[in-house]
């Protein structure tokens, strides 16, 4: 049996992509997933065969009122929170202070120094640093959340589309088998950072 199985997810930038994905993944590990997009109608569709698995969340991770009215609808219809993947949007402070769940960062593309993408390489070091900063937060208040950097290389998108064919790329069942990997580990181990590239990648 999935140790997985029937425990509650939240994949946030659900609708498309790595998030979809990941949702997918999540899904056929036995997981209930509640996925957070502004195209709810696009979540709806992944849930087709496994119904009272997936529940679609119309929010805007620009506005903490959505976000904290999508944590609390999952609390109170779904169950606690065990896996967070945070694929798209802001971060929301409260969910690290407590609760026995797995937090994750997908943090884009793998930091490189790009020229002429000097604000976006800055970005992309600044997740990761932020990302290990909430880790060591978190360990020193002994708790048992674990908090994970995933950061893919270029992965097949939507809005990758107009330059797919110049690179080689993931697809996001990649990413999505590189999440079940860390969320599979037993208690006491937490991979805090984790690296998923194109064979051969140059980015």
Do not use: C
Not at 186 to 192: F, K, L, M
């Amino acid at each position: 049996m999935s140790t997985l199985k029937d425990k509650v997810a939240i994949v946030t930038g659900a609708s498309s992509g790595i998030g979809a994905g990941i949702v997918k993944e999540l899904l056929e590990s036995g997981m209930k997933v509640v996925g957070l997009a502004r195209r709810k109608v696009k979540v709806d569709e992944l849930g087709k065969g496994y119904e009272g698995k997936l529940f679609a969340r119309e929010t805007d991770l620009t506005k903490d009122e959505d976000i904290a009215n999508a944590f609390n609808w999952t609390e109170e219809n779904v169950g606690p929170v065990y896996v967070l993947v945070n694929n798209a949007g802001v971060g929301y402070k409260s969910l690290i202070d407590e609760g026995d769940i797995e937090m994750f960062n997908i943090s884009g593309h793998y930091p490189a120094q790009l020229p002429g993408y000097s604000i976006y390489t800055t970005s992309k070091y600044g997740v990761t640093a932020f990302t290990e900063s909430i880790r060591r937060e978190v360990a020193t208040s002994g708790s048992k959340i674990k908090v994970t950097n995933l950061s893919p290389g270029l992965v097949e998108s939507e809005m990758a589309q107009s330059f797919l064919d110049k690179y080689i790329y993931l697809k996001s069942e990649d990413i999505a088998r590189g999440v079940k990997y860390i969320i599979t580990q037993p208690p006491g181990v937490n991979v805090a950072q984790l690296t998923l590239r194109p064979t051969g990648e140059l980015l």
